[in-house]
């Protein structure tokens, strides 16, 4: 069973203002961080974070899109259960 994908956005300081590009990062919750780890690699996405395993039991990674935006995909669920 695959869990829905959920998706945090960290604006900057003031979220209710319109941030320049470049400002924002997102963390999506996803289930194999290695298979997308791959396909964003493989598609030649600027990878500024390596695959890799965190204390806190998340297996993850950060890139970079082309404004400057930061997007870290993990395995931590904050609203997962037990």
Do not use: K
Not at 9 to 33: C, E, K
Request: glycine share 10%; no cysteine.
């Amino acid at each position: 069973m695959t869990r829905s994908t959920r998706l945090l956005v960290f604006p900057g300081i003031a979220p209710n203002i319109r941030q320049p590009p470049g400002t924002s990062s997102v963390y999506v919750v996803i289930d194999d961080a290695d298979a997308l780890h791959d396909r964003v690699v493989a598609a030649g996405g600027d990878v500024v974070a390596p695959l890799t395993d965190q204390d806190y039991g998340s297996r993850d990674f950060t890139v970079r899109d082309p404004e400057g935006n930061i997007w870290s995909f993990g395995t931590y669920d904050p609203w997962a259960e037990g």
